[in-house]
């Protein structure tokens, strides 16, 4: 099997986008086969997950849900796409609201966030509706009614307020749009806001691992910032699969178990040499393959 199948985690700078992310990487690696697994807007910096090989067959297995950000809003403006990429336009007659926060009454509507949230797309995003991106009907002046999603934000914290500029960090559920939630935090106190900066630091379940400057992709030393298929599975129970049974699986048959297991419950296939075979699920007390590697 081809070694590089996996995830690496690029550290993505400011003014280029997670296309041109990815752009890079194809070129500067060979690895043709890749994607991006959460992508982040042109302004942002931060962990941007590339999966590449094998490893893009198991995409929908990774339990993805959690990241974190921390961000920079600047209070009292406003642009139609939520950040610095369009000029914001400015409400003198906020400066006096924003004059009178402070931490205690800040704190208290942040709390007001935490638990599920329902938010609506914004226009500029890469949310489909009829199959394309609702950026692309923004551009056009066509503005299209969008249904509140549910998201879940697990934490929220002041970091601090100077001046106009209200930095926090996050711990949100996946499909979270920072902008739209800035806005939705600071229309709590009659106030107009733009996302001014924002940094993802953490995606799930990649907490633990080292993101790579793109620059260094140059060399062959990327390679020791892969992370492997089973690393990137690893909350998946496994399950140690003599060779014949391996053969079978592959074959499309099923494996009688001994062991009850849950009914469409997953597990990672691994052999008696500790490779990793692809992800495989229990019906009736058997073992079915669910996505195997390429042999």
């Given amino acids: 099997m081809n070694a590089l199948n996996g995830v690496i985690l690029i550290e993505k700078h400011k003014f280029v986008t997670s296309n041109e992310i990815l752009s890079i990487f194809k070129r500067k690696t060979g690895i043709q086969k ?7 807007d042109p302004l942002a910096t931060g962990v941007l997950p590339i999966v590449f090989g094998e490893a893009t067959k198991f995409i929908q ?16 403006v406003f642009s139609e ?4 990429e369009s000029d914001p336009i400015e409400y003198d007659d906020e400066k006096n609201i924003i004059s009178k926060l402070n931490n205690e009454n ?4 942040l709390k007001t966030f935490i638990g599920e949230y329902m938010q609506t797309p914004p226009m500029y995003s890469s949310t489909k509706y009829n199959g394309k991106p609702l950026y692309s009907y923004a551009r056009k002046n066509i503005n299209i009614e969008r249904k509140p999603k549910r998201r879940i934000i697990y934490d929220l914290q002041l970091i601090s307020l100077k001046d106009d500029i209200l930095e926090m960090s996050v ?12 806005q939705d935090i600071s229309e709590k106190w009659q106030l107009h806001s733009c996302l001014y ?11 633990n691992f ?26 998946l129970p496994k399950k140690i699969c003599r060779v014949e049974e391996i053969d079978k699986l592959y074959c499309g048959l099923s494996i009688k178990q001994l062991v009850s297991h849950a009914d469409q419950s997953l597990c990672l296939i691994i052999d008696i040499q500790n490779v990793c075979h692809g992800v495989g699920i229990y019906k009736n007390n058997c073992l079915y393959p669910k996505r195997l590697m390429k042999r």
Avoid at 34 to 40: K, P, Q, R
Avoid at 171 to 182: A, D, M
Avoid at 210 to 235: A, F, G, N, R, V
């Fill in 34 to 40: 890749a994607g991006l697994m959460g992508i982040l």
């Fill in 61 to 76: 297995y990774i339990e993805n849900d959690k990241k974190k950000y921390e961000i920079k809003s600047k209070l009292g």
């Fill in 81 to 84: 796409c939520g950040d610095f």
């Fill in 106 to 109: 800040i704190i208290t509507t």
């Fill in 171 to 182: 711990i949100c559920s996946s499909g979270t749009y920072i902008r739209t939630l800035i």
């Fill in 197 to 207: 900066e924002l940094h993802r630091s953490k995606v799930e379940p990649f907490d």
């Fill in 210 to 235: 080292t993101t790579i400057p793109i620059d260094k992709l140059e060399s062959d030393c990327y390679q020791k910032y892969i992370i492997s298929i089973p690393s990137m599975l690893h909350k």
